[in-house]
Nanobody, 113 residues
C-alpha cells in the first residue's frame, strides 16, 4: 500500500510562511497525481491544491496566489509552500494520492499570534 508521511506543520504568526512536505513510498510517484487537503476544527476536509504527474496545478480559491504546490520526483516528495498565512488557514493538512483512499496522517498548522 501507499505510505504518505507529512511534516512541517507548526505554529506560525499571521502573515508568516510555512512549507509542508509529504514523502511518498510504495507508489510509482512519477506518474502519481498528488494533492493537499486540510481540515479545520469542526469543519469538513477540503482540497487545498493538486499537482499532476506532469506538474499541472490546481488551487482552491483561498489558496490561489498564496500557496504553491510542487514536487520533486527524485525525492518522492510533494511540497506545499504557504505564504501570507491567516488564522483561517489553521487546520490539519493532509497529503493524498489523488483519487485514492491513501492519505497521510496529517500535520497540524496553527496560525495565531
Amino acid at each position: 500500500q501507499a505510505l504518505l508521511v507529512e511534516s512541517g506543520g507548526a505554529l506560525v504568526q499571521p502573515g508568516g510562511s510555512l512549507t509542508l512536505s509529504c514523502i511518498a513510498s510504495d507508489i510509482t510517484f512519477r506518474v502519481a497525481n498528488m494533492a493537499w487537503h486540510r481540515q479545520a476544527p469542526g469543519k469538513q476536509r477540503e482540497l487545498v491544491a493538486l499537482i499532476t504527474y506532469n506538474e499541472q496545478t490546481n488551487y482552491a480559491d483561498f489558496a490561489k496566489g498564496r500557496f504553491i504546490i510542487s514536487r520533486d520526483n527524485a525525492k518522492n516528495t510533494v511540497y506545499l509552500q504557504m505564504n501570507a498565512l491567516k488564522p483561517d488557514d489553521t487546520a490539519v493538512y493532509y497529503c493524498n494520492l489523488d483519487g485514492s483512499p491513501y492519505w497521510g496522517k496529517g500535520t497540524r498548522v496553527t496560525v495565531s499570534s
